[in-house]
Structures are given as structure tokens and as C-alpha cells.
């Protein structure tokens, strides 16, 4: 039974997004532990040493980081062989937001208006760009843009994260394939 979820993550932000949706969805009993780095090379540097050296039993681990314009494969591919090495690739998800962390905000644009008080965002969400944020190479400009600058990375992810729609229905398939990765892994039968 999985009792600690651990999340390595590649800025603040990431854990600003998970404090504001994980509790609406796992249970109490599993606790959950966020190790930030910072930036994606300082994650990549050292999530071989962060895992190898992993002492809780019964822990699941989630790894994120943007995609940013890199290979979104090329990406994965070099997380799962680092996470091989230590063993722990059965307990682990690896998920990348394409590009950035801003398109699951973008993807819905009710939370954005909740979390930021700004008003008549809703209306927008029909156009192209919105319905497909994952498509958009840069979604935090594109999101300073549409909140005139009122929204900043960490203030922002902590503002907007608990309004986001965890049921499925957020237009940035990435957001909704994140928190099927997590859902799996809690619910997933550890032996160690």
C-alpha cells in the first residue's frame, strides 16, 4: 500500500500546482513530500542520487518537468533510464507539461479567473489557442499577456491551482494525463 508520494519537481511552481490539487483527490492516509530543484539540469543532475538513496518503504514517486523545446521523448526517455539505474522505475511516472507548467492554467480558464480575480476570462476558452493550450510554445507569456501581468509563476500557481477542474474536462491534455499518472500511481500495489 502506498503511503508516501514523493514529487520531484523541476521549480516552486510544480509544488504550488500539486498543494492545490492533490488534496481534493488522495486520500489522508498517504502523505505527500516534495523534494524542488532548481531548474530541470539540477533535477536531472540528481534524481539518480535523490532515488538510489531512498529510505521510506512504501513510497511512489512522481517526476515532473516542463518540456519547455526540447524532445518531449528524448526527455522521458533520459528520466526513465536515470530512474532505471535506481531501481525505483516500477513505483515512479515521469509526466512533462508541454510546453510549460502556464497550459494546464490556460486550459482552463475558470480557474484562472477564480484564483486571480479577473473577470470575462470564461468567455475566451472557445478560442483555438485555449482549447489547445498544449500547442502554444510559450503558454507563460501567452498567460502575463491575458492577465496583464498579474500573474507570477509561484504567487499565481498558488492562487489559480485549487480552482483548476480535476474531473477530466481541463483542454490541456497534458494537465488531464498528469493527474492519471498520479491516480494510477497511488493506487498502485507496492511490495517494497
Known amino acids: 500500500m502506498i503511503k508516501y508520494l514523493v514529487c520531484l519537481l523541476e521549480e516552486p511552481s510544480a509544488k504550488e500546482l500539486l498543494e492545490g490539487i492533490l488534496p481534493r483527490f488522495i486520500d489522508d492516509y498517504i502523505t505527500v513530500k516534495y523534494i524542488v530543484f ?5 533535477l536531472e ?30 526527455i522521458k526517455n533520459n528520466l526513465i533510464d536515470k530512474i532505471k539505474k535506481t531501481g525505483q522505475i516500477e513505483n515512479s511516472v515521469i509526466r512533462i507539461a508541454c510546453h510549460e507548467l502556464e ?71 497534458s494537465f488531464n494525463i498528469l493527474l492519471q499518472g498520479i491516480k494510477k500511481l497511488i493506487n498502485s500495489d507496492l511490495t517494497t
Not at 38 to 42: A, L, P
Not at 59 to 74: E, N, T
Not at 113 to 138: A, H, M, T, W, Y
Not at 139 to 160: F, H, W
Request: charged share 30%.
Open 38 to 42: 532548481e531548474g530541470k539540469q539540477d
Open 103 to 173: 497550459s494546464f492554467y490556460l486550459g482552463d480558464l475558470s480557474a484562472i479567473e477564480k484564483g486571480l480575480k479577473i473577470n470575462g476570462l470564461v468567455k475566451l476558452q472557445s478560442k483555438s489557442k485555449f482549447r489547445e493550450p498544449d500547442k502554444l510554445s510559450n503558454p507563460s507569456e501567452e498567460l502575463y499577456k491575458l492577465t496583464k501581468n498579474k500573474y507570477q509563476k509561484v504567487a499565481g500557481s498558488r492562487a489559480i491551482a485549487p480552482h483548476l477542474k480535476i474531473d477530466g474536462t481541463n483542454n490541456s491534455n
Open 45 to 74: 543532475k540528481n534524481i539518480e542520487k535523490r532515488l538510489k538513496f531512498w529510505q521510506q518503504p512504501n513510497s511512489c514517486f512522481l517526476v515532473m518537468r516542463d518540456k519547455d523545446s526540447g524532445d518531449c521523448i528524448a
